[in-house]
């Protein structure tokens, strides 16, 4: 198994750019997450889905929108980046409560 | 609403001494809990997790965690550290029965070994 894949590992984006990161896993999990990381704070909610068709807000939604049409992939996307969304991405997966999360290796995003 | 304190963002040890992250927690009931290590430019990785079993959690690399009810904590624990534990180490907590499997994460705690 793969695990959870991410890409890409980096990309520079310039402010009112969009794009998309992608994520994958191939465990048949039905949660899966993505996190911001940023100096200080922890690990920080964007969004979630409890399955496929199913996607929900976390603690940080604003800017960012995800879709869940397979229960493989788990796309994040950047409507119109700015510089406050400059960080570390991480997307998780997990099968069942109480598992814990299985973590990708992350996006380094930095928008100029 | 959930929350985690990590006390202490940055913590040092000399090789060999006892490492103790501190982490304490905010819900109206016991929890899920888990302990992740990060190394430099990697993703999180699970060290151990307690859900209501065992109260005294090993987990991997020696490390093993003590969940404390009366003091909503749940410190991480290693006898005598090495070189390779410099990482960072962040504190997380999951609501038990909810639909969501969301984790709530601490600030974390960045160890420095000294040799």
């Known amino acids: 198994n793969a695990g959870v894949t991410q890409t890409p590992k980096f990309q520079v984006l310039k402010t009112g750019q969009s794009m998309t990161l992608q994520c994958a896993q191939d465990m048949n999990h039905e949660y899966m997450s993505w996190y911001r990381q940023d100096p200080g704070m922890g690990l920080r909610l964007i969004h979630y889905?409890?399955?496929?068709?199913?996607?929900d807000q976390g603690e940080v939604p604003n800017g960012y929108n995800v879709s869940r049409s397979t229960t493989e992939d788990f796309p994040l996307r950047l409507l119109s980046a700015a510089p406050s969304q400059t960080s570390v991405y991480f997307c998780a997966s997990s099968p069942t409560q109480g598992r814990g999360q299985y973590f990708g290796p992350g996006t380094r995003l930095t928008v100029l | 609403a959930q929350s985690v304190t990590q006390l202490g963002s940055h913590v040092s040890v000399s090789e060999g001494a006892l490492v103790l992250l501190r982490c304490n927690y905010s819900?109206?009931?016991?929890?899920?809990l888990f302990w992740y290590v990060q190394y430099p430019n990697q993703g999180l990785q699970l060290l151990l997790k307690?859900?209501?079993?065992?109260?005294l959690v090993k987990g991997i690399n020696g490390f093993e965690a003590e969940f404390k009810k009366s003091e909503t904590s749940f410190h991480l624990t290693k006898p005598s550290a090495h070189m390779s534990d410099a990482a960072e180490y962040f504190c997380a907590v999951s609501e038990k029965g909810g639909a969501t499997n969301k984790l709530i994460f601490g600030t974390g705690t960045l160890l420095a070994v000294q040799p």
């Open positions: 819900s109206s009931v016991p929890p899920y």
């Open positions: 889905s409890v399955g496929a068709g199913i996607t």
């Open positions: 307690y859900t209501s079993a065992a109260t």
